[in-house]
């Protein structure tokens, strides 16, 4: 609904309004003062805070907004996607009138549907935005590329591109007409379509050439290769031998990586401290050949990964830099392989660590692991076990006055209840970094009384720092979120379903690794 500004300035008028005792109304210094007085700089301000969408609607509804919001200093980050952004440009045309105006020099950053991304609209893009740094091109529903033969221009000043691939549709046309525009890239991003798989075999296509495409981006400092069917250890033996500036390599769900060439990686990538494969194949007989002791690695994620107790063992006791380290789901990782751990002294610089679902160790084992490097921790991630319960939390809890992220729990029916009262209560008298906090007991294993309202406040007040608080839906969920919704703070609190907390976001290249 259009909002015409005589509204919006009788309510400006009914605000300033201020009551004497008596009741009636006295004159306002602020009296008379409408939206419109305010002035461009100060309205521009408030619509920065708006989506793109919402900022659409507020062109309706005068002359002087609509000038406002098509300034270009709202419209530096842009997606042009619809199920991301809601904003939908109706033609080519349209979009490049929408380049030429409302974008020019001061878009950064960019997001292209497979509909929009044709020439016209690159060579567009390359000649009246010189300063977009930051780009995705989404060809992930493609069932046909457009015609790329007379592309001639591309934006040469890209550091971060985000390639959305499609399952059936070769990159090679598209990808060889701007090699030679790309060699300053440092971030590049491939989302391959791992969660579109289905059970049956079907004949995988090696649909971009990763051989090629290392060639042309030397200066590659992160490379996220995300759900790629076809990639295996050849491409990272590719990136690693043409990449001397890689920092971080993320290959998560790519099925096909065994390890075979890690040895190779880290004697080329000298800088290498992140490397993330969650998900791969890795063979512990490959990793036991790494010199990990060389190796300046500070970041790794080995979850589901099926490695060996042996394997475990002997790397993580070779590794001296380690912080981060997420190894859940492995059956491998049971009591020795933590006394080990300690006993060799690796764990000294640890921040992060996710041991989601791991069965095999013991809450004993758990309890003095955390006595000795709790008070070190950042993050902590015991989800997934049914046997590590709030008696264990409630104990470390006071060792843990450092952590930023704790994620706590299984969706898993229990026989013991959850005393998530006295939970809470700990949690904010110990943990006052805490900045993301999850949950995932089934709601009715949660216990709590009549006074939660009093561990809930004492939480709000105490963490104040505290961005994300995930539980499962239900009543607890409901006390919880209308708590924090009475001190304003609409944002907190959220269910699992749409909200899961990862010690992901410690990593030092989380940023880069954000792909939408």
């Known amino acids: 609904m259009d909002v015409s500004p005589d509204v919006w300035g009788q309510l400006a008028l009914e605000a300033s309004q201020v009551y004497l005792t008596d009741g009636t109304a006295a004159k306002s210094p602020f009296a008379g003062t ?16 708006l989506s793109h969408k919402e900022i659409c609607r507020m062109a309706k509804v005068c002359k002087k907004w609509r000038m406002i919001a098509y300034d270009t200093k709202l419209w530096k980050n842009v997606s042009l996607r619809p199920e991301i952004s809601g904003l939908h440009v109706g033609s ?78 070769f990159m090679e046309g598209f990808m060889r007409k701007i090699y030679n525009f790309i ?24 649909v971009i050439n990763v051989h090629k495409l290392k060639s042309a981006t030397p200066n590659l400092r992160v490379i996220n290769l995300y759900g790629i069917n076809f990639v295996d250890d050849s491409h990272i033996d590719a990136f690693s031998s043409n990449c001397i500036q890689l920092e971080c390599l993320a290959v998560n769900y790519c099925a096909k990586v065994t390890g075979s060439t890690l040895k190779t990686l ?20 490959y990793l036991t050949q790494v010199e990990w002791e060389k190796c300046s690695l500070q970041e790794l994620d080995i979850t589901a990964t099926d490695l060996s107790t042996e394997a475990l063992q002997d790397m993580l006791s070779r590794l001296p830099g380690l912080r981060f380290l997420s190894a859940g789901q492995l059956n491998g990782f049971n009591d020795t392989v933590l006394k080990t751990w300690v006993e060799s002294g690796m ?63 299984t969706q898993e029916r229990l026989g013991v209840n959850i005393l998530v009262d006295q939970l809470m209560d700990s949690i904010a008298r110990n ?17 709590f009384s009549d006074k939660s309202q009093k561990a809930i ?47 992901y976001y410690l990593l030092s290249n989380y940023k880069d690794l954000v792909f939408n």
């Open 347 to 409: 764990a000294r610089n640890l921040v992060a660590l996710d041991l989601d679902s791991s069965d095999n160790l013991s809450e004993d084992a758990i309890y003095k692991f955390l006595c000795k490097h709790g008070h070190q921790l950042w993050g902590l991630g015991l989800s997934g076990m049914t046997h590590i319960t709030d008696s264990l939390w409630q104990s470390v809890l006071p060792i843990l006055t450092n952590a930023k992220i704790l994620i706590m729990g």
């Open 266 to 285: 880290f004697q080329r990538s000298r800088r290498l401290k992140c490397l993330l494969m969650n998900g791969t194949n890795l063979q512990s007989d």
């Open 431 to 447: 943990c006052l970094a805490v900045e993301r906090l999850e949950l995932r007991w089934d709601p009715d294993n949660l216990r």
């Open 457 to 503: 406040d004492t939480l709000r007040v105490k963490c104040l720092k505290l961005k994300c608080l995930s539980l499962s839906d239900g009543r607890y969920y409901e006390i919880t979120k209308a708590n924090f919704e009475r001190a304003d703070r609409m944002t907190v609190v959220r269910t699992l379903t749409n909200c899961r907390v990862s010690n």
């Open 92 to 169: 080519l045309e349209s979009l490049l009138a929408l380049i030429s105006i409302r974008f020019g020099p001061s878009l950064r950053y960019i997001e292209l549907p497979i509909e929009l991304i044709t020439h016209t609209v690159l060579h567009e893009l390359a000649n009246k935005c010189p300063n977009l740094t930051h780009m995705l091109l989404d060809f992930s529903t493609a069932m046909q590329l457009h015609d790329f033969s007379e592309l001639q221009a591309f934006p040469t000043k890209l550091r971060y591109l985000c390639i959305c691939l499609s399952e059936v549709i």
């Open 183 to 206: 060699n300053g890239l440092e971030i590049l991003h491939l989302i391959g379509t791992y969660e579109k798989i289905e059970e049956e075999e079907e004949e995988i296509y090696e």
């Open 34 to 49: 409408t939206i419109e007085k305010l002035p461009d700089k100060v309205l521009l301000h408030i619509f920065s805070y």
